[in-house]
């Protein structure tokens, strides 16, 4: 595939570099590992290889299943295509040049270069700020005020019965909220929960276990929003020592007001 993928990225002039991101590029992939690929168009030409993303597929193997995907991460044009065996082959359509992040890192190889773009990756990154919080932050009072608008959400859908939006909802507290909190008490505030055993304390790994909920009954769906919020409330002050950005209470004590 990775040979397919070379051939054609050599010949469309649309295309000005095709770079492998991910477990492969960092040789740690197996036959269960995705394959990451940047497409990177010719600049202004990325919309309409995103329009032709299918055909694109095709051109690498006989895809099987292919949809767009939506992340909180904001990726560029992503596109995930399944192939025999099955091996799923994230497509990531990006204008002129890959945009720089963390992740990039960890390690990437370049397999189309017709202008210097691995280059000018390289450089970028070197160049690129610590990444304090997540990609949905942009600091800590963002992710501060996304944590009691969000356990006030769940706090009214709770009170209307509505089990089953709270149900699933208190996992997504803890990834878009607890998770980010750690994260950046780890250093890492954009990792999400991709190896946080490496990064968070076990006994702390259990206590967000136990938070969780374990049925769709109301009393255990508020008992499990209480500990969810502990959790970040526990992280929070230490999130303001480290980060340097102080926050105000007065949000967070209305809103455990509401929700105890």
């Known amino acids: 595939m990775l040979d397919a993928a070379r051939a054609w990225a ?3 002039p649309r295309v000005r570099a095709l770079v492998l991101k991910g477990s492969f590029a960092q040789d740690a992939g197996d036959e269960r590992s ?14 309409e290889l995103w329009a032709e993303r299918r055909a694109v597929a095709e051109r690498l193997g006989r895809p099987l299943g292919l949809f767009r995907d939506v992340a909180n991460w904001r990726p560029p044009n992503l596109a995930i295509a399944v192939y025999d065996g099955p091996l799923k082959v994230d497509l990531f359509f990006e204008d002129g040049e890959v945009e720089p992040s963390p992740w990039l890192r960890d390690g990437f190889e370049v397999l189309v270069d ?4 691995g280059e000018r990756l390289r450089a970028r990154l070197e160049e690129l700020p610590p990444q304090v ?13 996304h944590a009691w608008d969000f356990a006030l959400w769940l706090d009214r859908k709770l009170e209307l019965q509505d ?3 709270v149900r699933l909802g208190l996992p997504l507290f803890a990834e878009l909220i607890v998770l980010p909190a750690w994260n950046a008490l780890a250093g890492e505030g954009w990792r999400g929960p991709a190896g946080l055993a490496r990064r968070v304390e076990p006994a702390l790994l259990e206590r967000l276990d136990d938070a969780l909920p374990r049925s769709n009954d109301p009393p255990e769906l508020r008992r499990s929003l209480r500990a969810l919020v502990a959790l970040y409330v526990e992280a929070r002050p230490r999130l303001v020592e480290r980060l340097g950005q102080p926050l105000d209470d007065e949000l967070m004590n209305q809103t455990r007001t509401a929700v105890e």
């Open 133 to 145: 919080l997540d990609y949905l932050h942009e600091d800590l009072a963002e992710l501060d005020s």
């Open 114 to 117: 017709k202008d210097e773009v």
């Open 10 to 12: 050599s010949v469309d």
């Open 163 to 165: 089990v089953w939006v």
């Open 34 to 47: 995705d394959l990451d690929l940047a497409i990177v168009a010719e600049p202004g030409r990325r919309d």
